[in-house]
Nanobody, 119 residues
Framework: QVQLVESGGGLVHSGGSLRLSCVASGGIFRVENMGWYRQIPGKQRELVALITSSGDTVYEDSVKGRFAISRDNAKNMMYLQMNSLKPEDTAVYYC?????????????WGQGTQVAVSS
């Protein structure tokens, strides 16, 4: 079964940094667009950062200049470097990837990793 697994979440003080990782495994596939989303309690899940197969990126306005999304296609991995973290960044962060297999594109979500930023 193809799956995405996130890691790297944790508790950090305001101003600190964390690096999230996501790996796709379990089959023969090609990874297209990938992205990080987050869900704050009581709020809609929102896009944090998106990276295309060619490396183009899109960021949610509040994280611009603080977060950086990247990917390693050879390893089927994606990263989110989070710097200057703020309490409002506290959320469950999810990895999403578009995987091509069996001649079509399929969306996959990771199980989520908790990020908590204390003031």
């Amino acid at each position: 079964q193809v799956q995405l697994v996130e890691s790297g979440g944790g508790l950090v003080h305001s101003g600190g940094s964390l690096r999230l990782s996501c790996v796709a495994s379990g089959g023969i596939f090609r990874v297209e667009n990938m992205g990080w989303y987050r869900q704050i309690p009581g709020k809609q899940r929102e896009l944090v950062a998106l990276i295309t197969s060619s490396g183009d990126t899109v960021y949610e306005d509040s994280v611009k200049g603080r977060f950086a999304i990247s990917r390693d296609n050879a390893k089927n991995m994606m990263y989110l470097q989070m710097n200057s973290l703020k309490p409002e960044d506290t959320a469950v962060y999810y990895c999403k990837a578009e995987l091509v297999w069996g001649g079509s594109l399929h969306d996959y979500w990771g199980q989520g990793t908790q990020v908590a930023v204390s003031s």
